[in-house]
């Protein structure tokens, strides 16, 4: 990853930063916001004035404004690895904060350092507000690399934007003064010359509010845009899609011993999910931001579904996976498994995910060994006590060749899958599905590369 300098060093100092000064009435508070704008690098653990402040700040994400004490404020910054490492990217080093002005410090940039490197872009207001019960404060934001200069344009809903001026032209890392709007529904767009390639649709912005917007880059491959909004509103933050994103959705077919199956969806036939077969995942398919009822039956049947799922609702910008989970014989019941997938990748490892959709009781719970060579021998589970039907997301891997050895949990010679190899690579999101299979000794396990 490619952090770099003294740039970096007050970027991610300034991340995290939270309320850690005294509560002395003669000391003066700065406000800071701090937001994760690097859409492939790590997760990042925070140490302020020798405290772990933060930890496992994601993509995507904005802290709400923390109050720290005027001056200096001794800072540290760890960067996740593979394993329970770190790195450390910042020493511990003192940094100096004004009490009029608000901080909306943001990580952008690229850790693989295409096109552009990580660095800070550190955004300041006047601590005073103009907003009140009609109108609202507002700062817009490019943080998204790679993205060319965008007009930005703030209209009433359904303009013609041919008939209005944009607000303002941003280039990365660029961002508008602090606008005091009257409260209303808009319609935010972000143009590239004639080409609309953000849509908000009709937002609602309500009076007395302080808000930092920024276009970070949405991560997703199948996107109708390069760009998602991100909303600080002072205590949090939220994420606007383009109003033409999509959900995501795969299915995969895991009952040991069922025929194969047919999907209707909203009481119709679903071709693209048409004669699946045991041991296979069919997806992402796009989906409609909305609710669904999905019907699994026997394949060329249309009465007596093998289960229902009424009202699945899916949100844009999410991926999932269901699963078709259980076992004819021993019996076990046939049910669906609807997992929400993390398929972003990060430069520096690669990322697992793994889900327990074994359903024999004989490995109800499991332990699973990740390890260089064939055997477990004198080796500690990767994850422990691992239960039927649950998922873990994002685990930091090394790249390279490994072995995958799956036992019941706490009995390391009770095996149910020994020492299944595989090649992991950085920058890749693997999901890798236990499942039954008597065909192969009981067990197995499918690995999918799911990269957005």
């Known amino acids: 990853m490619k952090l770099t300098g003294k740039a970096v060093l007050v970027l991610m100092g300034s991340l995290g930063l939270a309320a850690c000064g005294s509560d002395s009435d003669t000391i003066e508070f ?10 492939d690098a790590p997760l990042a653990n925070v140490w302020i004035n020798d405290k772990a402040t933060l930890t496992g700040v994601d993509y995507g994400v904005g802290s709400g404004y923390m109050m720290v004490r005027e001056g200096s404020n001794a800072v540290q910054v760890d960067v996740q690895l593979p394993g329970s490492e770190v790195a450390t990217v910042v020493p511990r080093t003192l940094l100096d904060l004004d009490s009029d002005l608000k901080y909306t410090v ?11 490197p990580v660095e800070p872009l550190i955004v300041t207001r006047h601590a005073e ?20 200069a965008v007009d930005v344009y703030v209209t009433d809903p359904g303009a013609d934007l041919s008939t209005v ?43 007395n ?18 760009v998602k909004l991100l909303v600080l509103d002072g205590s949090g933050s939220s994420i606007i899609q383009d109003m033409g994103s999509q959900a995501e959705v795969r299915v995969g077919h895991v009952v040991d011993g069922a025929p194969d199956v047919d999907v209707n969806v909203n009481d119709a036939p679903f071709a693209p999910l048409a004669d699946l077969a045991f041991k296979e995942i069919r997806g992402y398919l796009d989906l409609d931001p909305q609710s669904y009822d999905i019907d699994v039956f026997v394949d060329g049947t249309t009465t007596d579904p093998i289960f229902s799922i009424d009202d699945l609702s899916v949100e844009a910008g999410m991926d999932y996976s269901i699963y078709a989970v259980g076992v004819v014989s021993p019996s076990v019941a046939v049910e669906p498994l609807i997992v929400e997938d993390m398929r972003r990748a990060v430069a520096t490892s690669a990322t697992l995910n793994i889900t327990h959709a074994a359903s024999n009781p004989v490995a109800e719970n499991v332990d699973i060994y990740l390890t260089t060579s064939a055997g477990i021998d004198g080796s500690d589970p990767t994850v422990s006590d691992f239960t039927y039907k649950e998922s873990l997301k994002g685990l930091y891997v090394e790249e390279g060749t490994y072995f995958v050895t799956v036992t019941a949990a706490g009995e390391p010679n009770t095996v149910a899958i020994d020492s299944a190899p595989v090649d992991l690579m950085n920058g890749v999101v693997y999901q890798v599905v236990a499942i039954d299979d008597g ?14």
């Open 209 to 226: 509010a302080n808000l930092t917007i920024a276009a970070i880059k949405t991560g997703d491959s199948s996107s109708s845009s390069p």
């Open 439 to 452: 065909n192969s000794g009981g067990f197995n396990l499918l690995v999918n590369d799911i990269t957005d």
């Open 106 to 116: 943001f990580v952008v940039g690229d850790a693989d350092g295409d096109p552009n």
């Open 165 to 207: 001026m944009p607000l303002t032209n941003l280039a990365y890392k660029a961002a508008t003064d602090t606008l005091n709007i009257q409260a209303g529904d808009y319609q935010v767009r972000l143009a590239v010359g004639d080409d609309v390639v953000f849509d908000s649709g009709t937002l609602s912005l309500a009076g």
């Open 129 to 148: 507000s103009m907003a009140d019960e009609s109108s609202l404060d507002v700062q817009v934001v490019h943080a998204a690399s790679g993205v060319p």
């Open 30 to 39: 700065s406000n800071v916001q701090a937001v994760h704008a690097s859409a």
